[in-house]
């Protein structure tokens, strides 16, 4: 990985330290399923919210339905205003500020049809950029491309 993706993914985990050592906002859930797909929505994030998001560890699409915000990734910040989709690839850490109130829904693979959200977070998404399974589908998906 270069010098400033590196950088970038640095500060996201710098951003989030900060976040999560403020008081934390409770933004409801939304969680569907069906055969081989897991779909999450947050209905309304407000306007103001700054958060990060966990390590994803499968290649799925997010679509910002309804709003405006900056996004970052370690490729950059972007301002983003939906509706729009964004195809994420294993091993993205987002950071976000929400400019308005923001409709956000992932679409996930599911294909053990999990329905027990713990264990599907389990499966997608890490705290660890060194996390060897992450490493692995990493490596897989390079492999294809």
Known sequence: MNTPALAMRDNIVQLEALILAAPQL??????????????????????????????????????IVSGELTLATEEGSERIVGPCFIHAMPGTKRAAVCHTDVCWINIH????????????????????????????????VRAIA
Not at 36 to 41: P, Q
Request: aromatic share 8%.
């Open 26 to 63: 409770d933004v409801p859930l939304e969680h569907r399923f069906l055969p081989g797909v897991y779909v999450r929505s947050a209905a309304c994030i407000p306007a103001g919210t700054i958060f990060t998001s966990r390590i994803h560890k499968s290649e799925h699409f997010c679509f």
């Open 109 to 140: 693979p599911n294909p053990t049809n999990e329905t027990d959200v713990s264990r599907i977070e389990d499966l997608l998404v890490t705290d660890d950029f060194e996390d060897p399974e992450l490493l692995a589908i990493i490596e897989r």
